[in-house]
């Protein structure tokens, strides 16, 4: 997702969650913006996570998993394997969504987990125009400047 300057603007000039924008330079009000934590931070919804941290973050359900009946672990087995393939795993994709449903549904996983592996902690820049977007002081210049 791109910066809307428009927005940016009246984040600014509004300050809706106080986070003390007036007097501060370009550069302090970017960094405000880009700060994950504080009153402007904000859940994130991840699109994709390492494949060590989605493994990780699953790693209770093996626990779990060892007093399922053996189709329920080859099922599992199966899934591990093809997630071990890869680098990084679309945590936004239907078919991860699915999967972690899915487990969810045979008592491997509960709500915390889910979102531990789909949302995380995101700065303001990120609440307001989407996952990794970070603000510049250029940028705080072009809103100012009504372009």
């Keep these: 997702m791109s910066i809307n300057y428009t927005n940016l603007q009246a984040e600014i000039t509004n300050d809706p969650l106080q986070l003390g924008y007036a007097g501060k330079t370009d550069k302090q009000k970017a960094a405000l913006l880009n700060l994950k934590t504080g009153v402007g931070a904000g859940t994130i919804t991840n699109s994709q996570v390492e494949k060590s941290f989605f493994l ?37 994709s239907v078919t991860i969504q699915t999967i972690l449903a899915i487990a969810k549904a045979d008592g491997l996983i509960d709500d915390t987990t889910i979102a531990a592996i789909t949302t995380r902690t995101g700065s303001r820049a990120e609440v307001l125009f989407g996952e990794n977007v970070a603000i510049s002081e250029s940028d705080i210049g072009t809103a100012r400047n009504g372009a």
């Design 56 to 92: 990780i973050n699953i790693a209770p359900a093996l626990l779990v998993l060892a007093a399922k009946d053996a189709a329920a672990k080859d099922k599992w087995d199966r899934i591990l394997r093809v997630i071990e393939s890869v680098d990084s795993v679309s945590v936004n």
